[in-house]
């Protein structure tokens, strides 16, 4: 296969018995090379994940609230690690260090990215590989941000010095020496980073699922498992809500065209969900998935001549810049327009709003449609099939379901339509059933 970069989540260095499966997955094939570490997660439904925890120990000290016993929760965790491993890496040291980090005003990056650092020495030790920091070769700007091409340089020079490296995610550093971490999830993006600055021919993210669902499995039952799945697949699926990957992490691996194979580390066997950037349909697949979001309301104006009204539709996104009101979708006909419009940016802002669409556009008419929710069926196999359409809106008209909207882009590579809430898992389990047998 050649070189195997890899990431492994939370849930999979949660504890002793999953380290060690990280342990059996790296010696079952010797291409596994590097690999790209999250901090502790969850041993049980009740237990916390020990990001979590760090972030709540600065929350302390901000609050000169006491933190000793919460340290000490923390510092037990990793000590508990060293000990079932049967190895030694100075966990206590390490957190002496931390104390006195903390003492003299750590940031939250700081306190945070331990969780990963202290993962990555202990999974090194254990497996037998090197460790690597992050710290200096995950570059940012002083600013903030993510420096791409200075990071590829520096983290590809750095592992061409080891044959086999752990190194942890979700953090790097700025130009003073200074932690910076990524966003929750953002072991994903340091394991594409490594993926393409080690020239990996495969970035294999492992987690607790076995890939990439058709749909939601708490709403269609027995869902179908997505084998192979194109970038541009994926980030539709993705915007909807259907997210397994860090959204950021594909954008590195795209870039260096190497795919990503999403794999369970508690079924090593099952072969996951490959993403890839090629753009072919899979032979016999119409669709790919269909996936949803809620929460939506949706703004129809209507104007008699609006197609002859030059500046119709900028005055329409002026005002909802006024706002600072982004917009999901903009279907039009001839004399209306349609704004979907998630609520969670209309707030106490939609009186106001349509107040001021009914001064400034001189509409005819104005409606409300709230409780709105967006389903996207999703496949690069729909642009060569004819009927596709007929057949998703059949099976919604079938459902009973009233289709309030429809939004379909040139390329063909989706079908959005709008449907009342109340509808939502009816509506998704109709057209998954019309496309997949």
Known sequence: MGLIACKFGGSSAADGLQIRKIRDIAAANPDRRYIVVSAPGKRYD????????????????????????????????????????????????????????????????????RGEYLSAKIIAAFIGYDFVDAAGLVLFSAKGKFLYEETNDALGAELAKHERAVLPGFYGTLPDGSIKTFTRGGSDITGALASRAAKADVYENWTDVSGFLMADPRIVENAKA????????LRELSYMGASVLHENAIYPARLAGIPINI???????????????????????????????????????????????????????????????????????????????????????????????????????????????????????????????????????????????????????????????????????????????
């Open 263 to 437: 794999r369970n580390t508690n079924i090593p066997d099952d072969p996951g969900t490959i993403i890839s950037a090629d753009d072919k349909p899979q032979e016999g697949q119409i669709i790919t998935g269909v996936a949803g979001n809620k929460d939506f309301t949706v703004i129809g104006i209507y104007k008699n001549m609006m197609s002859n009204e030059i500046g119709f539709i900028k005055r329409i996104l002026s005002i909802l810049e006024d706002y600072d009101i982004p917009i999901e979708h903009i279907p039009s006909g001839i004399d209306t327009v349609s704004l979907v419009i998630a609520d969670k940016y209309l707030d106490e802002k939609l009186g106001d709003l349509i107040e001021d669409f009914e001064k400034k556009l001189g509409a005819d008419s104005i409606e409300l449609y709230e409780n709105m929710s967006l389903i996207a069926t999703v496949g690069l196999g729909m642009a060569s099939v004819p009927g596709v359409a007929a057949k998703l809106f059949g099976s919604l008209t079938e459902a009973g379901v009233n289709i309030r909207m429809i939004d379909q882009g040139s390329s063909e590579l989706n079908i959005i339509v709008g449907v009342e809430t109340k509808d939502f898992d009816t509506a998704i389990r109709a057209i998954y059933s019309a496309f997949v047998a």
């Open 46 to 113: 009740a237990d916390n994940k020990i990001t979590d925890l760090l972030y709540l120990l600065k929350a302390q000290t901000e609050h000169n609230a006491p933190y000793g016993q919460l340290l000490q929760v923390i510092k037990e965790r990793f000590l508990g690690l060293e000990a079932d491993l049967g190895i030694h890496v100075g966990i206590a040291d390490e957190f002496i260090t931390i104390e006195e980090n903390l003492k003299n005003g750590a940031t939250a990056d700081y306190l945070a990215s």
């Open 226 to 233: 997505i084998s192979y799945i194109s970038y541009k697949e």
